[in-house]
């Protein structure tokens, strides 16, 4: 089983919808939780940033973690066809040397139908 | 803002030849890492380096070597390229931080071996 899991889709919504992207994990020692989003052709870019369980928002997007569940999500709302991309879901424990690897999901690419 | 450099956006080389892959941060990032993205297998980390002269195996080490003489520069070497390196390459890096853990990537360099 792999350490993190995520839905490849691909998934497609019209635009304006509401779109939730989740992944699950199974370590239960990470505590940092980020999402990138990936343009075709391009390198990942951080989109959203979170410690430990709670939400967190910004501007139309609100990253979500609940770790009693080992379930991280993020939701687009206003979705435009500009958030067209791949969504890669990372992770990890508390740093410490020999410790600075992220943990990737391998990405759900999303599609706004406009 | 943090840059990532690397040296090409596309190479095609033959088999049998060596392939060097350069990077370059602008932000004195102490680690800095080499993945390759394949679709359907996500991110898969081939090495890091916390510090200069310093390197640690990833999860795909093999057919694959790097060097690490000045801070800012990582470069990622194939050996003997073979067709079954044909990927996206992507650099990274990250300060050393007791928290979070964000990396920076480049913006890629698609690799096709003939």
């Known amino acids: 089983q792999k350490e993190v899991e995520q839905d490849p889709g691909p998934l497609s919504v019209p635009e304006g919808a509401i779109v939730s992207l989740n992944c699950t994990y199974s370590n239960s020692a990470f505590q940092y939780f980020m999402w990138y989003r990936q343009y075709s052709r391009k390198g990942p870019e951080l989109l959203m940033y979170t410690y430990s369980s709670g939400n967190k928002e910004d501007g139309r997007f609100t990253a979500q973690v609940d770790k009693s569940s080992k379930y991280i999500s993020l939701f687009i709302r206003d979705s435009q066809p500009s958030d067209s991309a791949t969504y890669l879901c990372a992770m990890s424990a508390y740093w410490a040397r020999g410790n600075e690897k992220l943990t990737f999901g391998t990405g759900t690419r999303l599609t706004i139908i406009p | 803002d943090v840059k990532v450099t690397q040296s090409s956006r596309y190479l095609v080389k033959r088999t049998g030849e060596k392939v060097f892959l350069e990077c370059v941060q602008d932000m004195d990032h102490e680690n800095m890492f080499w993945y390759r993205q394949d679709p359907g297998l996500g991110l898969r980390l081939i090495y890091f380096?916390?510090?200069?002269?310093?390197?640690e195996k990833g999860d795909i080490p093999e057919g694959y070597s790097v060097s690490r003489e000045k801070k800012e520069r990582f470069s990622l070497i194939l050996e003997s390229a073979s067709t079954n390196q044909t990927s996206m390459y992507l650099c990274?890096?990250?300060?050393?931080?007791?928290?979070?853990?964000?990396?920076?990537f480049g913006a890629g360099t698609r690799l096709s071996v003939l």
């Open positions: 380096s916390y510090d200069v002269k310093m390197k």
């Open positions: 990274a890096s990250s300060p050393r931080l007791r928290a979070k853990n964000i990396q920076y």
